[in-house]
């Protein structure tokens, strides 16, 4: 297991509510990731956290938002969410060391699997 | 043009048999490599790191060609527990941050 635990595992929304998900980083990683995984395709980055600051973000409107809390757990929101927002959503952390040879490599959870009705 | 592009498969191979998966990339920028590994609505979870100079792990074989902008995994002597879908993965440095691009992957079906 990597250590890293996500809540709820099942959400079911309405177009237009609001939503919040839970990420717990593995211990002694700094440093979470967001993706969304449509069906039948490869997570899609959301944005990152790393020290509490969004340190990147991919392709994702602003109704899409999240925190790093001090102890690097982390909240994905998503406001007015929509029928296309129906994903598994992943969580993912790591160590970053500020060095350009860091590998990075980043562990994931077992995902939140939201729908939108 | 997708940043990371696979063949989605899927690959029906016997027990035994050796498959090759190939990827393609668009970031010349790219500096890390990956394959990660899927099963039916589980997490991606990492196979290997890819190395320019190509590494193996086992029954799996990675390569790397920076210049073709290619990347491969290898998996000889297939088992049924192989069966799953394998996923791409590039990663570069962006103001700070390094994130995965992802693709789509390609699914591997190993039948007895």
């Known amino acids: 297991e990597t250590g890293v635990t996500q809540s709820p595992t099942h959400l079911i929304k309405t177009r237009g509510q609001q939503v919040t998900l839970r990420c717990s980083s593995q211990?002694?990683?700094?440093?979470v990731s967001w993706y969304q995984q449509a069906l039948g395709q490869g997570p899609q980055f959301i944005f990152q956290?790393?020290?509490?600051?969004?340190?990147g973000r991919g392709n994702f409107p602003p109704r899409f938002s999240g925190l790093q809390f001090p102890n690097y757990s982390s909240e994905l929101n998503v406001n007015a969410l929509e029928l296309d927002d129906s994903a598994l959503y992943l969580c993912?952390?790591?160590?970053?060391?500020?060095?350009?040879?860091?590998?990075?490599?980043?562990?994931f959870g077992a995902g939140t699997r939201l729908s939108v009705l | 043009r997708k940043e990371v592009e696979q063949d989605p498969g899927p690959f029906n191979v016997p027990e035994g048999a050796t498959v090759a998966f190939n990827c393609t990339y668009s970031?010349?920028?790219?500096?890390?490599f990956f394959w990660y590994r899927q099963d039916c609505r589980k997490e991606p979870k990492l196979l290997m790191s890819?190395?320019?100079s190509g590494n193996e792990d086992g029954r799996f074989t990675a390569q790397l060609n920076r210049a073709s902008q290619y990347i491969s995994l290898l998996i000889r002597d297939s088992k049924l527990s192989d069966s799953a879908t394998y996923l791409c993965?590039?990663?570069?440095?962006?103001?700070?941050?390094?994130?995965?691009?992802f693709g789509s992957g390609t699914r591997l079906q190993v039948q007895p």
């Open positions: 993912a952390s790591s160590l970053s060391t500020g060095g350009s040879l860091a590998k990075n490599i980043q562990y």
């Open positions: 211990s002694g990683h700094n440093t």
């Open positions: 956290y790393y020290r509490e600051e969004e340190n």
């Open positions: 970031n010349s920028a790219s500096q890390s």
């Open positions: 890819v190395y320019s």
């Open positions: 993965v590039v990663s570069f440095m962006d103001t700070g941050r390094r994130a995965l691009t």
